[in-house]
């Protein structure tokens, strides 16, 4: 199942790239808001079932982050905007 949806999102990349420079960000289908209830849900699901969640614990704050910023209309590559002009200070 993962190898489906890794292929899945790979085939995607150019799309996401081309959005970049494009400067898009906003979409209807999967915005940031969706996704960021979507990560709780898998966090809360993998934890309820012994499963470490730290490798996506970061995604998480990300999103909550974006959305913080009002972001969550916007969609996956808008992050990659928000990482490049508002990288969080290491801490």
């Given at each position: 199942?993962?190898?489906?949806?890794?292929?899945?999102?790979?085939?995607?990349?150019?799309?996401?790239?081309?959005?970049?420079?494009?400067?898009?960000?906003?979409?209807?289908?999967?915005?940031?808001?969706?996704?960021?209830?979507?990560?709780?849900?898998?966090?809360?699901?993998?934890?309820?079932?012994?499963?470490?969640?730290?490798?996506?614990?970061?995604?998480?704050?990300?999103?909550?982050?974006?959305?913080?910023?009002?972001?969550?209309?916007?969609?996956t590559p808008s992050l990659i905007e928000m990482l490049r002009t508002?990288?969080?200070?290491?801490?």
């Amino acid at each position: 199942m993962v190898v489906s949806w890794l292929n899945a999102m790979t085939a995607a990349l150019p799309a996401v790239a081309e959005a970049m420079d494009a400067g898009a960000g906003a979409y209807d289908d999967s915005n940031l808001q969706m996704q960021a209830v979507s990560f709780a849900n898998i966090l809360s699901a993998s934890s309820e079932q012994g499963i470490s969640t730290e490798l996506l614990e970061p995604m998480q704050a990300l999103l909550n982050r974006a959305i913080a910023a009002q972001r969550g209309g916007t969609d996956t590559p808008s992050l990659i905007e928000m990482l490049r002009t508002d990288p969080v200070s290491p801490g």
